[in-house]
């Protein structure tokens, strides 16, 4: 006969890792780690002379700009999308220590998924191989995750992040530009 053990903290830590996960997945698709320095563009249209001012952004391996053309009338739009084609790009493109960031964040989102696998667990077992379910699984969430933010940053020396944020951006430092809004 199999008992089910529903505690207020075996309940909480499964929701949280859940909550978690899908957190940590958003954001590293998101492309808003790194906005740019505010852009103007003139546009110039027929009838009026305008300009529009925006700021790009730049995520781990995906950024937006924001594309101004005339097509039979005028068409602004902000495209978002990946700049990684392969991990084989150079250094200026793609550095080094956002694919190791990535490969972090995907290592500690397979891990988080084995939490959650865990967290639902603990609802019928206590201990795993002698210690908590929840120490165990606590040191899985959180060791890669920490890793991968702290190696993410190694990367702002890079020649897309200096175009963006100028020409003083080196690791750890990201010049003019600002992290997230």
């Known amino acids: 006969m199999c008992y089910v053990i529903i505690t207020c ?23 808003h780690w790194i906005i740019g320095m505010p852009i103007r563009r003139d546009i110039y249209d ?9 700021q790009p952004t730049v995520g781990i391996f995906n950024r937006c700009r924001k594309y101004v053309g005339s097509i039979h009338n005028l068409i602004r739009r902000e495209n978002c999308a990946t700049f990684v084609r392969s991990f084989t ?17 995907a290592l500690a989102g397979l891990l988080l998924s084995l939490a959650m ?11 795993f191989f002698g210690k908590s379910i929840f120490t165990v699984s606590g040191l899985i969430q959180s060791l890669l995750c920490v890793i991968g933010l702290v190696i993410y940053p190694a990367g702002w020396g890079s020649e897309r992040v200096k175009n963006l944020c100028g ?5 750890y430092i990201v010049d003019k530009c600002d992290l997230d809004k």
């Open 9 to 31: 903290r075996s309940l909480g830590w499964t929701l949280l890792s859940i909550t978690v996960t899908l957190i940590i997945v958003a954001a590293v698709v998101s492309p």
């Open 46 to 54: 027929n009838k009026t002379d305008t300009s529009e001012e925006f």
């Open 89 to 105: 790009e150079p250094d200026s493109d793609f550095p080094h220590a956002w694919k190791a960031a990535v490969i972090f964040f």
């Open 117 to 127: 696998i865990m967290a639902v667990f603990s609802l019928f077992v206590r201990s």
């Open 167 to 171: 020409e003083y951006a080196d690791p």
